[in-house]
């Protein structure tokens, strides 16, 4: 990755011409803030994005004061966390309380180590690439259940343990779905995977019943892994107030709601990889490294706009209809995908 | 494996909450996500309305009966003028009773927006609550242009109402009602059809018929269960019964019948009903009477020593003033049985071995309001 | 049914002594009765299908004045013959006891709570007879005609 | 059965749901919010906020503050000399100089009680609403015109007209005692010196 970002954005090159020696620790460095980088402008504007959406939505203007067309709004939003006081609780535990945000943010930077921005320019091009993904996004429930116990707060505590249930068990139907993708392209790897699918219009998704049907599983449960509605109960507002994250304040909640929407464009990036030809252009052909990019940035971000869209739409499952969906309705009908799915990679 | 007896937590909803719709405080005790039990404080909006009731003049009164529903101060007026002008035993000119009616109806629309915004956002759709607030503002923006006041008006008094429409005000209440009901359809098309939001409401604090009556339940939650008990059809006050419409009463199409979707469901239909009544009363408006409006409200309102018991169908239920008079000037005891107050305490009625979310459902179904509960 | 019918029924039932007046002339026609039989009064006037109170309209505290006695009004209302009855309750100043009603009428419970928390009537056999609007620490019955605002409450002044 | 049944409701509500929203996405022109410093909602001239008294007609009555339930009008005033009696809308003679005339609008509940028996309407609800203030006491709204100094200055004046009006009258009454002694019993005292109309 290093090299390649170095390489292309000519960043490698600035770097020489400072005169920094070649084999130094800085290269390193510079590759992994990009990623970060990207995250923070990305969550920016998804916030602003969806203060927007959700107004037009119900004929409200939204942020209209900062900037034209309150474009500074999360700006303002990101300098106003900044400066805000950091309480902790007197009983809370103080080292899970200050753990919870920083594993749950590790969790969402740490999967953008292997996610297929171009041809070229991938992280960790790691021939284990989707398995890896889908593993490391699950380390967010950890910081969950530590935010959520914590702040020893009923209400966090509430919303822990909800969280916990809901991601645990929603991982399954996301995984069976990316398994019968999986049946398909026979690779693991992320951009193994998208080769895999030159040629086809819209990638995987219109080639078989079964593979669109796991397409919109996996839609599903990926909303209820990044905890969006109709699956966001565990910071149901009108119930549990703010559930895991009601303690936090300043950075610490910034990291939560950075986690959130960087978590957002994880799981619609991983979508776009698997099910709906990734980088590739929409009718199939290689773009060159940086429309990769682009394709994928813009296919990813439609997703993004579609998990807004819901939010502002459906309200809000109870727990055990949560239960019910995900064990009685999603599982089953992966588990026939999948068998579906193979069957016709042995027969056609 | 012997039944593990995990221990209870006592936990506290309110008097902040989100969806409390007021400072009420539920005291529950669950274990895991089931409620054992709910025991509801009040008292936090306690503001001494039947004190103030003995000390106030009958005038001075009104301003305060706008503020016990204070989402259905029309209302509220109408069921104290009711009592006061059965004490005065005061005929109460034609046109007023008619400007009453669609000023009342106007409000029961008013009242049921908030009711109905807010239950969306308990149970998660955040959409309807901007939406109906948006149709609630022409409401009240009606409202301004005739009293002046937007949500406490001291509109109606003893024998009249404070000002006459306004030329065209007739014209701007057409418009509201050509303007409202596509969005009734809309509003129903996005939530009352929605199977989440079926699934969260339908068979969920099923609350049966005499349970009700014995609480003595009044309004959309007893009609929600299926009994069909309208004031304004069943005990006729004012010029009602001159107006044809129907009372929607709960069926049990989505789930059981009393459950949270029927009480939801009927004060969308009651909205509907409600935007018939004011076509009818515009209609019938009688145009060319130019009484004065306060031709009939009494210079000085000294009732004769006696009692009464009035009630008015306010959107919440049954509101009634029960008044003694000694003969003087100020009432000689002033008692508002309010709808919420009984609606509420149905509350712990319901909430045995329900979850944590379907708390926030029932206690939006039933639709309270913590100034009418605490007065 | 017209009220003097109600009152004839209940003479009938051999409660006739236990009322004790009769106003006709009211908007509600309005009976008075000695406080220690309202439980049977009430199963009765509730449970006889002629009468069918079936819903408790209204239960208010009453102070007929500085000195003089307590009372506790019950507005009955018939849903299904649409007719009223009103049963008054006298009860001495210092010690004004009644029986409750709440396993007649559920939605006494909470009318009950309220009025002896304003009055200091205190409803025998009450589940929870405990104050509802006013705080738990709260001294004296605000209701009362001779009731004198209490000056501090936790340290903050009362009167206005 | 059910199964398929519940999901299918499912999908097509949800579906039904996004067309609405995205309906409302579309539509700009159903944008309701009005950008309150810049613009704001059109209050009719009828609003009833916040009060104003014009206080060249006002006779200092008290109607108002008799009417108030919340008791937010004080009124002082004391009476003025004869030659001071102003007239009002041909009908009502301004008797009494009104020293302070304030209203509490923090403790105004907007009822309106207040203008409906003042007789010369002088007090009316204007609609400005937008009267936000740090400190409760820049609520108190003082309508009284007269200075305390010239308060004082008029109390004075008010003793010297009234001492000097009651001994022309003891000397009048001394006169015509004098005149028909033997005739008429002895006239009643001097009536008592009119006392100013505390407020």
Not at chain 2, 32 to 59: A, D, M, N
Not at chain 2, 246 to 262: E, F, K, N, Y
Not at chain 4, 98 to 113: A, N, P
Request: proline share 6%.
């Amino acid at each position: 990755m290093h090299d390649l970002v170095l390489k292309t954005l000519g960043i490698g090159d600035l770097l020489a011409w400072l005169g920094v020696p070649d084999g130094s620790l800085v290269y390193p460095v510079v590759a992994s803030v990009f990623p970060l980088v990207f995250l923070i402008i990305f969550a920016l504007l998804a916030v602003y994005a969806e203060r927007k959406v959700s107004a037009l939505i119900q004929n409200r203007l939204g942020p209209m004061e900062t900037g034209p067309w309150g474009l500074f709004q999360t700006t303002a939003d990101i300098l106003k966390l900044i400066q805000k006081e950091d309480i902790t609780p007197k009983a809370a535990d103080k080292i899970l309380f200050f753990v919870a945000p920083v594993l749950v943010f590790t969790g969402t930077y740490a999967s953008l180590a292997a996610f297929p921005w171009s041809s070229g320019f991938v992280g960790a091009d790691l021939n284990v690439g989707i398995f890896y993904l889908l593993a490391i996004s699950s380390l967010v429930v950890a910081g969950l259940l530590m935010a959520g116990w914590g702040s020893n707060n009923k209400w966090s505590l509430y919303g822990a343990v909800r969280s916990t249930a809901q991601i645990v068990s929603y991982e399954i139907p996301a995984g069976l779905a990316v398994l019968t993708a999986i049946v398909t392209t026979g690779t693991l790897s992320m951009n193994g995977i998208i080769r895999h699918q030159e040629g086809m219009w819209f990638g995987l998704l219109f080639q078989s019943p079964f593979l669109f049907v796991a397409f919109i599983i996996y839609l599903i449960a990926s909303l209820a892994e990044v905890n969006r509605t109709p699956f966001d109960l565990p910071e149901a507002e009108s119930e549990l107030v703010g559930g895991y994250h009601t303690e936090y304040s300043g950075m610490k909640f910034a990291m939560f709601f950075l986690a959130e929407y960087g978590n957002m464009f994880i799981v619609s990036g991983i979508a776009v990889a698997v099910f709906m030809g990734g980088w590739l252009t929409p009718w199939g052909t290689e773009p060159s490294v940086l429309m990769g990019v682009v394709w994928m940035i813009l296919k990813s971000l439609f997703f993004v706009f579609f998990q807004m869209w819901l939010r502002w739409t459906l309200p809000r499952f109870r727990v055990d209809q949560l239960m019910y969906l995900c064990w009685k309705v999603l599982i089953p009908i992966a588990f026939a995908c999948l068998i579906g799915q193979a069957a016709v990679e042995v027969y056609l | 494996m012997p039944h593990l007896k995990t221990e209870e937590m006592i936990m506290n909803m309110g008097p902040q909450h989100p969806s409390t719709h007021g400072v009420l405080r539920l005291e529950l005790v669950t274990d895991g996500e089931v409620v054992k039990s709910i025991t509801p404080h009040i008292g936090y909006l306690h503001r001494c309305f039947e004190k103030h009731g003995e000390e106030l003049t009958y005038p001075m009164i009104i301003p305060f009966t706008d503020r016990l529903d204070y989402l259905a101060s029309m209302n509220n007026n109408h069921a104290f003028n009711l009592a006061v002008e059965k004490l005065l035993n005061l005929e109460v000119p034609r046109k007023v009773e008619f400007i009453r009616v669609i000023v009342a109806e106007l409000q029961r629309i008013a009242s049921h927006l908030v009711a109905i915004g807010t239950f969306g956002a308990d149970i998660g759709a955040v959409t309807p609550f901007l939406w109906t607030f948006r149709d609630r503002e022409v409401i009240l923006n009606l409202f301004e242009n005739l009293t002046g006041a937007r949500m406490l008006y001291n509109y109606m008094w003893p024998g009249g109402v404070a000002r006459d429409f306004p030329k065209g005000f007739r014209e701007e209440i057409g418009a509201f009602i050509t303007y409202f009901r596509p969005k009734i359809r809309d509003l129903n098309n996005l939530l009352t059809g929605n199977h989440i939001f079926i699934s969260r409401t339908a068979h969920v604090g099923v609350l049966p018929a005499d349970v009700a009556v014995n609480y003595n339940c009044t309004g959309p939650v007893l009609r929600g269960s299926g009994v069909k008990w309208d004031l304004r059809k069943n005990d006729p006050y004012s010029i009602y019964p001159e107006f044809e419409f129907d009372i929607p009463v709960g069926q049990g199409t989505m789930g059981t019948l009393g459950d949270t979707w029927d009480r939801y469901y009927i004060r969308c239909q009651e909205m509907e009903q409600s935007l018939n009544i004011i076509e009818q009363a515009l209609a019938k408006f009688p145009v060319e009477d130019a009484t004065d409006v306060q031709a009939a409200v009494p210079r000085r309102i000294k009732p004769p020593a006696g009692e009464v018991y009035a009630r008015a169908e306010n959107p919440r239920g049954e509101l009634g003033f029960y008044i003694i008079s000694d003969g003087g000037t100020k009432p000689f005891r002033v008692r508002a049985k309010s709808p919420c107050f009984v609606n509420l305490a149905v509350l712990p009625a319901l909430g045995k071995g329900i979850m944590v979310s379907d708390i926030v459902a029932i206690l939006g179904s039933i639709d309270i309001v913590l100034g009418e509960v605490d007065r | 049914m017209k009220p003097s019918e109600i009152v004839d029924l209940l003479k009938q039932q051999e409660f006739g002594d236990k009322i004790l007046s009769f106003e006709e002339n009211t908007f509600q026609p309005g009976i008075q009765i000695n406080p220690l039989w309202i439980e049977d009064i009430f199963y009765f006037l509730r449970d006889d299908d002629r009468l069918a109170f079936d819903s408790l309209s209204c239960l208010s505290g009453v102070d007929y004045g500085a000195g003089k006695e307590l009372g506790v009004v019950y507005h009955l209302f018939s849903m299904k013959h649409n007719h009223w009855l009103v049963v008054k309750v006298k009860l001495d100043r210092e010690s004004p006891h009644v029986p409750t009603v709440e396993h007649i009428y559920k939605a006494a419970n909470w009318h009950e709570r309220e009025t002896f928390d304003m009055y200091g009537i205190v409803f025998d056999f009450h589940p929870d007879l405990r104050k509802i609007l006013l705080p738990d620490d709260w001294e004296g019955y605000p209701l009362r005609k001779d009731y004198q605002v209490q000056e501090l409450y936790h340290g903050i002044k009362v009167p206005f | 059965m059910g199964y398929f049944k519940d999901i299918y409701r499912g999908v097509s509500s949800t579906l039904t749901g996004m067309t609405l929203t995205a309906r409302e996405l579309v539509r700009p022109d159903h944008i309701v919010t009005i950008q309150y410093p810049k613009e704001s909602i059109p209050v009719p001239e009828t609003g009833r906020y916040r009060l104003h008294n014009n206080i060249d007609e006002c006779i200092g009555c008290n109607q108002c503050a008799n009417a108030c339930p919340v008791s937010c009008i004080e009124i002082k005033s004391f009476k003025r000399m004869d030659k001071d009696v102003e007239t009002v809308k041909e009908t009502q003679k301004k008797r009494l100089w009104v020293e302070q005339f304030d209203i509490d609008m923090s403790k105004c509940m907007f009822c309106g009680l207040c203008t409906w028996p003042c007789p010369t309407e002088c007090l009316t609800m204007t609609s400005v609403y937008d009267y936000s203030a740090y400190d409760f006491k820049e609520h108190i709204f003082k309508f009284s015109k007269l200075t305390p100094a010239e308060a004082e200055q008029k109390k004075a004046e008010l003793e010297a007209w009234t001492a000097e009006q009651a001994a022309l009258k003891a000397a009048a009454a001394a006169k015509k005692a004098a005149e028909a002694p033997a005739v008429k019993p002895e006239t009643p005292a001097a009536p008592p010196a009119e006392k100013p109309a505390e407020g």
